[in-house]
């Protein structure tokens, strides 16, 4: 089966511009999850969807972050306007839905550069 | 409190000697558990999972782990190390909440070096 896709995989831009990352999840992976990596760090979750409906967002910057999953398939998460602090590669993730014991399948993710 | 503790940052093995990985949860409840894999610059690979069957698991690439509700413990071994298995690795756990969610911690990672 065909994985995780993420694009772009590189992204470099300056600090208070915008950029956008997509993902389309795994067939029929009806829970899509966005992480940020931070170098020398564990994954730290942005935002977690149902098909198209917020399930958790309590750790996702949203005077500054967004993210829209709007036909439950595949999602996009945007930064406006990006800081410094949010150089890191944006993981996304899908599983077959909330039941207990259902792995996460990850994207290469996209690694990004703010100057 | 709901916590994962990998209980180091760093190991170090030569190659085709075994591989200890630990990994510590505090939980109230009876969690899932899963390691992950995640080679430079590269996404995050599942290595094995538990999910209250048995208690010693298997995964990929020769790994296994084994669950001890009284040590509260999910290490992750390897009889033999290869130099392919040089990455980060993570423990992460999922415990239950209320509903349906099923709240993920992930560890703070282990980085094992493979010397030759």
């Known amino acids: 089966e065909a994985g995780v896709a993420q694009s772009p995989r590189y992204k470099i831009i300056e600090k208070r511009q915008s950029v956008a990352f997509w993902c389309n999840p795994i067939?029929?992976?009806?829970?899509l999850y966005w992480y940020q990596q931070i170098l020398g760090q564990g994954p730290k979750l942005l935002i977690q969807?149902?098909?198209?409906?917020?399930?958790?967002d309590s750790q996702l910057p949203k005077d500054r972050f967004s993210a829209e999953r709007l036909k439950g398939v595949d999602s996009t998460l945007k930064i406006q306007p990006a800081k410094l602090e949010d150089s890191a590669v944006y993981l996304c993730a899908s599983s077959l839905d909330l039941v207990r014991g259902q792995p996460q399948h990850f994207g290469d993710g996209t690694r990004l550069s703010i100057l | 409190a709901q916590s994962v503790t990998q209980l180091d940052s760093h190991v170090s093995v030569s190659e085709g000697t075994p591989v200890l990985l630990r990994c510590n949860y505090s939980s109230s409840y009876s969690p899932s558990l899963f390691w992950y894999v995640q080679h430079p610059n590269k996404g995050l690979q599942l290595l094995l999972k538990?999910?209250?069957?048995a208690t010693l698991v298997k995964g990929i690439n020769g790994f296994e782990a084994e669950f001890k509700k009284s040590e509260t413990s999910f290490h992750l071994t390897k009889p033999s190390a290869h130099m392919s298995d040089a990455a980060e690795y993570f423990c992460?756990?999922?415990?239950?909440?209320?509903?349906?969610?099923?709240?993920?911690?992930w560890g703070l990672g282990t980085s094992l070096a493979v010397n030759p």
């Open positions: 969807f149902q098909n198209n409906g917020v399930v958790d």
């Open positions: 067939s029929g992976h009806a829970t």
């Open positions: 992460v756990v999922r415990f239950r909440r209320a509903g349906n969610n099923r709240k993920l911690i």
């Open positions: 538990y999910t209250s069957a």
